[in-house]
C-alpha cells in the first residue's frame, strides 16, 4: 500500500516537472513573439518546479531499496600511517642508490665486466689489452 503511494507521489511529480519546462518553453516562446525581453519566469512556474522536484526527491527515495547502515570499521584502532601503508607503492629502485659508495664500486666492477666481454668479443682487442696491460706494468715499474 505504501509503496503504490510513493509510485504515485513519483510520477505526479515528474508530470509535474515534464509540464514546468513545457510551460517555461512556452513563455519564452510568448516573449519573443510580442518582443518583450526574458526578465525571469513566472512565480507560479518557479513555484511549481520547486515542489515538484522536493516531491520526486521526496517520492524516489522511498522507492528504492532501504538505506544500509554504515557498518563499523574493523580498523578504527589502527593509526593513520598504518592505515595509509600502500606497500604496493613502495619501490627500492631510485636515486639514492648512486650516492652510496657501494653502488659506486658495483658500477665500476660492471664497467670492468663490460669491458672484458667487448675486449673478448673483437679478435683485435686481445693483442691491444695485451698491450695496455703490459705498458701499465712497465710503468709501474719505472
Same mark, same amino acid.
Given at each position: 500500500?505504501?509503496?503504490?503511494?510513493?509510485?504515485?507521489? *513519483?510520477?505526479?511529480?515528474?508530470?509535474?516537472?515534464?509540464?514546468c519546462?513545457?510551460?517555461?518553453?512556452? =513563455? !519564452?516562446?510568448?516573449?519573443?513573439? *510580442?518582443?518583450?525581453p526574458?526578465?525571469?519566469?513566472?512565480?507560479?512556474?518557479?513555484?511549481? *518546479?520547486?515542489?515538484?522536484?522536493v516531491?520526486?526527491?521526496?517520492?524516489?527515495?522511498?522507492? &528504492?531499496?532501504? $538505506?544500509?547502515?554504515?557498518?563499523k570499521?574493523? =580498523?578504527?584502532?589502527r593509526?593513520?600511517?598504518?592505515?595509509?601503508?600502500?606497500?604496493?607503492?613502495?619501490t627500492?629502485?631510485? !636515486?639514492?642508490?648512486?650516492?652510496?659508495?657501494? $653502488? &659506486?664500486?658495483?658500477?665500476?666492477?660492471?664497467?670492468?665486466?663490460?669491458?672484458?666481454?667487448?675486449?673478448?668479443?673483437?679478435?683485435?682487442?686481445?693483442?691491444?689489452?695485451? &698491450?695496455?696491460?703490459?705498458?701499465?706494468? *712497465?710503468?709501474?715499474?719505472?
Open positions: 500500500m505504501a509503496s503504490t503511494i510513493y509510485r504515485l507521489i *513519483t510520477i505526479v511529480s515528474l508530470l509535474s516537472l515534464i509540464h519546462a513545457y510551460s517555461a518553453a512556452q =513563455h !519564452r516562446f510568448y516573449l519573443r513573439l *510580442t518582443e518583450q526574458f526578465v525571469s519566469l513566472p512565480a507560479d512556474v518557479v513555484a511549481q *518546479t520547486v515542489i515538484s522536484l516531491a520526486l526527491i521526496y517520492g524516489t527515495s522511498f522507492l &528504492a531499496n532501504p $538505506f544500509q547502515y554504515i557498518k570499521d574493523q =580498523h578504527h584502532d593509526t593513520c600511517d598504518e592505515a595509509l601503508n600502500c606497500p604496493s607503492f613502495i627500492f629502485d631510485n !636515486r639514492a642508490k648512486a650516492m652510496s659508495p657501494e $653502488f &659506486a664500486m658495483l658500477r665500476t666492477l660492471k664497467q670492468q665486466q663490460r669491458l672484458r666481454q667487448n675486449s673478448s668479443r673483437s679478435t683485435h682487442s686481445g693483442r691491444v689489452s695485451e &698491450a695496455i696491460h703490459s705498458s701499465e706494468s *712497465t710503468d709501474s715499474q719505472e
